[in-house]
Structure formats: structure tokens, C-alpha cells
């Protein structure tokens, strides 16, 4: 298993942005898909958006296409989001995960950071 530890979460106004990074430890970074993930007080997690292990793909939710931009540095092993323009709906924490090559789902998740965006 990957350990992944999210950063740079806070408190920005609405039309604001932030980047959020996330910290992989380990010599096979590279062998997994990554994903970025929310969870909002009362509300399941949802999916974000994701990139895959070369970083040459990216999907992203509806609620965020446009807005946000997942990105990878695979020599750092660091992945990141960049939110712009952020709403008060974005406010959540959010989480770092990753998928090992041939695996159905996310199986390493970070603590999460926490994003505010007062309405």
C-alpha cells in the first residue's frame, strides 16, 4: 500500500481558487492510477476526478469539469488538484486516493484536507 498525506486545504471566498497537493510515499508511485475525492458533512464521498499512472488521461466529475485540473509529477511523486473559481458547494474534505494497476477500486486513501468556501 501506497501513504498518501493531502495538504494545502483551507479557507478561500467564493470565485477563489487553491491547490491541494498530495504526497505518495514509496518506489512504485508509478504503478497507480490516482484520484481525488470529497466528502462533505452529511453527504457521501463523491468522486472528483482522476488521472491515470502515466498521467496522459484525466476524468473528471460534472460538478467540477471546468473548474478543477488533476496532475501528477511522477518523479516527485506528488499529485495534485488546482480549483478555480470555487463555489460554496466545493466545501468538503477532501482525499487523496490510489488504485494499484488491475485493481477495481481506490485501496490507499490520505487523511484528507479540508476545503472552505463560505457562502
Known amino acids: 500500500q501506497v501513504q498518501l498525506v493531502e495538504s494545502g486545504g483551507g479557507l478561500v471566498q467564493a470565485g477563489g481558487s487553491l491547490r491541494l497537493s498530495c504526497a505518495a510515499s514509496?518506489?512504485?508511485?508509478?504503478?497507480?492510477?490516482m484520484g481525488w475525492f470529497r466528502q462533505a458533512p452529511g453527504k457521501e464521498r463523491e468522486f472528483v476526478a482522476s488521472?491515470?499512472?502515466?498521467?496522459?488521461?484525466?476524468h473528471y466529475a460534472d460538478s467540477v469539469k471546468g473548474r478543477f485540473t488533476i496532475s501528477r509529477d511522477n518523479a516527485k511523486n506528488m499529485v495534485y488538484l488546482g480549483m478555480n473559481r470555487l463555489k460554496p458547494e466545493d466545501t468538503a474534505v477532501y482525499l487523496c486516493?490510489?488504485?494499484?494497476?488491475?485493481?477495481?477500486?481506490?485501496?490507499?486513501w490520505g487523511q484528507g484536507t479540508q476545503v472552505t468556501v463560505p457562502s
Open positions: 486516493a490510489a488504485r494499484r494497476l488491475g485493481e477495481a477500486d481506490f485501496g490507499s
Open positions: 514509496g518506489r512504485t508511485f508509478i504503478t497507480y492510477e
Open positions: 488521472i491515470t499512472r502515466s498521467g496522459g488521461s484525466t
